[in-house]
């Protein structure tokens, strides 16, 4: 018997020809600082890293606690099955949310519970509870999270793209996942880590099943800058036009009849007039992120990005209606 693999979904490139403009990945169109881009381009590829990534380790954190990996979605991955070597029996997964978590969770036989609030949330079993803060897609953020009785992972890729509020408490003793190349435009560098609220069970299967030089070189050095006064100057910069292009984005699609939920991040969920649009958008070069596999059949992601994309969406979405009309 041979299983259908369980394959995710994504916005951003897949393998049809290149999108002239991209409003379907969630990364930052202002690429990264300049400093931070040259440590990348100078990265050493002729050595390996040092495989205990000790200096990063203390740079970022404590380095007892820090895990290394291959990005938010390897970290998925491996924090799931970590979870499960320690005893967790359902992953519970905020719906709409980002697709791995269940992905993760079914590839190793897991119960999948989704929740939309936090008071959905009641296991029956040892439990891996994901939070996504602020979500993907919707871009949603909840006031205060309580205390949960799990083991508890925040997922924090968009938090340096949250564009209004401030980031809620966390439940205590839950785990961090960073993965900041969203936030700085190198969606190509794959690299970020965990914090661990403690060097338990979970922690040790995550550290063990880490594969050896899990981190590039380059990855190394992505990760390194990513807590210097000047990315995080750069990031505020980046974070005051980013409002800027969203607020003019939304008043096109407001205009063109596109129904928008609220959001504090720089993309968020819309309803285009017709289930149609993505499809002919893509005809026109212009990439929407279809939200069906979200369970929002209708609707789109779309992401803010520059003036001169925001004038070709508008050009599309007239011809569109002028077809229709
Ligand atoms: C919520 C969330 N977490 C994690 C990831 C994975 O990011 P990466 O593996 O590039 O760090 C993504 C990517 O879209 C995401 O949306």
């Given at each position: 018997?041979?299983?259908s693999?369980?394959?995710?979904e994504h916005?951003g ?13 969630n990364a930052?169109?202002l690429?990264p600082p ?7 381009q100078a990265?050493?590829?002729s ?5 205990g990534y000790r200096?990063?380790?203390?740079l ?7 895990l290394p ?8 991955r491996r924090?799931?099955l970590?979870?499960?070597l320690a005893g967790?029996?359902?992953?519970w997964?905020p719906q ?6 269940a ?5 190793l036989g897991?119960?999948v519970?989704p929740?939309?609030?936090p008071?959905d ?8 509870v994901w939070?996504?803060?602020?979500c993907n897609?919707t ?12 083991l508890?992972?925040?997922?924090r890729?968009?938090e340096p ?5 401030d980031?809620?408490?966390?439940p205590?003793?839950?785990w961090q996942l960073v993965?900041p190349?969203?936030?700085?435009g190198?969606t190509g560098i ?5 914090v661990?609220p403690?060097a338990d069970?979970v922690?040790s299967?995550?550290?063990s ?7 590039s070189?380059?990855g190394v050095a992505m990760?390194t ?6 990315t995080?100057r750069?990031?505020a910069?980046?974070r005051?036009?980013?409002r800027d292009?969203?607020a003019?984005?939304r ?5 063109l009849?596109w129904?928008q939920?609220?959001?504090?991040t720089?993309?968020w ?11 002919r958008l893509r005809?026109?070069g ?7 596999s979200?369970?929002?059949p209708g609707?789109?992601?779309?992401s803010?990005q520059?003036?001169a994309?925001?004038q070709?969406l508008?050009q ?5 209606e002028?077809e229709?009309?």
């Amino acid at each position: 018997m041979t299983l259908s693999p369980l394959l995710p979904e994504h916005g951003g490139p897949d393998d049809g020809p290149a999108a002239a403009f991209d409003f379907s990945t969630n990364a930052s169109p202002l690429g990264p600082p300049p400093a931070l881009l040259a440590a990348v381009q100078a990265a050493d590829r002729s050595r390996y890293p040092d495989p205990g990534y000790r200096a990063l380790r203390r740079l970022v954190g404590d380095e007892a606690l820090v895990l290394p990996t291959a990005g938010g979605a390897e970290g998925i991955r491996r924090l799931t099955l970590a979870a499960m070597l320690a005893g967790r029996r359902e992953v519970w997964v905020p719906q709409p949310g980002f697709g791995d978590y269940a992905l993760a969770a079914r590839a190793l036989g897991l119960a999948v519970k989704p929740y939309a609030a936090p008071a959905d949330i009641a296991p029956e079993a040892p439990a891996l509870v994901w939070i996504c803060e602020p979500c993907n897609p919707t871009g949603a953020s909840v006031e205060a999270w309580p205390a949960l009785d799990a083991l508890v992972i925040v997922d924090r890729a968009y938090e340096p793209l949250r564009l209004q509020g401030d980031a809620p408490a966390l439940p205590p003793g839950a785990w961090q996942l960073v993965c900041p190349n969203k936030a700085l435009g190198l969606t190509g560098i794959r690299a970020g880590y965990a914090v661990a609220p403690a060097a338990d069970a979970v922690w040790s299967h995550a550290l063990s099943l880490a594969p050896s030089w899990v981190l590039s070189a380059e990855g190394v050095a992505m990760l390194t800058h990513w807590p210097s006064d000047d990315t995080q100057r750069w990031l505020a910069g980046t974070r005051a036009t980013l409002r800027d292009w969203t607020a003019a984005q939304r008043a096109l699609l407001a205009d063109l009849d596109w129904a928008q939920l609220p959001s504090n991040t720089n993309f968020w969920l819309a309803r285009p007039p017709r289930a149609d649009y993505a499809p002919r958008l893509r005809e026109r070069g212009i990439r929407v992120r279809d939200a069906a596999s979200f369970g929002l059949p209708g609707w789109v992601r779309v992401s803010a990005q520059p003036p001169a994309a925001r004038q070709a969406l508008q050009q599309a979405l007239l011809e569109i209606e002028g077809e229709d009309a």
